[in-house]
């Protein structure tokens, strides 16, 4: 099985301009923990709910939320991305996505043709693949 198979190809992207409030905006209704980050529609970078979260601790505890929220308005994504991004292809096989995330410790994979987000993997994805080949 390869991961096109499995894969979100519907997938929220920022860019490293925009602000953190947007990212903790599509986190919290989107219900994601990774977001892609593009620049000229090339992934960069991505973001995550422990970068928003690290950012957050890092400034404003013990201020209340309206302190956050301005914070959250003046932080930029490039502030906070990760990068470089271990990527797949379409065609990498699930057990090899599988095993990336394993021995790198991380929760995604974007999915890409050259430099084009096509999709993203995630963990969830993974565990869903083994539930329906072991149903």
């Known amino acids: 099985m390869q991961v096109q198979e499995i894969m979100s190809t519907d997938v929220a992207v920022?860019?490293?301009?925009d602000d953190l409030?947007?990212?903790?905006?599509?986190?919290l209704t989107k219900k994601l923990r990774h977001i892609p980050v593009l620049e000229n529609g090339?992934?960069?970078?991505?973001?995550?709910?422990?970068?928003l979260f690290k950012a957050?601790?890092?400034?404003?505890?013990?201020?209340?939320?309206?302190a956050r929220k301005a914070y959250l308005h003046s932080v930029r994504v490039k502030e906070?991305?990760?990068?470089?991004?271990?990527?797949?292809a379409p065609e990498t096989s699930v057990g090899e996505a599988a095993d990336l995330m394993v021995h790198k410790g991380i929760?995604?994979?974007?999915?890409v043709?050259?430099?084009?987000?096509?999709?993203?993997?995630?963990?969830t994805d993974l565990l869903r693949?083994?539930?329906?080949?072991?149903?």
């Open 42 to 51: 090339a992934l960069v970078a991505l973001v995550s709910r422990r970068d």
């Open 129 to 135: 693949c083994l539930y329906a080949l072991s149903s």
């Open 113 to 123: 043709e050259g430099t084009r987000l096509v999709g993203i993997v995630t963990k």
């Open 14 to 17: 920022v860019g490293r301009n």
């Open 107 to 111: 929760g995604c994979l974007p999915v």
């Open 80 to 88: 906070v991305m990760t990068y470089p991004v271990v990527t797949v």
């Open 56 to 66: 957050m601790m890092s400034s404003t505890m013990g201020y209340g939320d309206k």
């Open 21 to 27: 409030s947007q990212v903790e905006n599509l986190m």
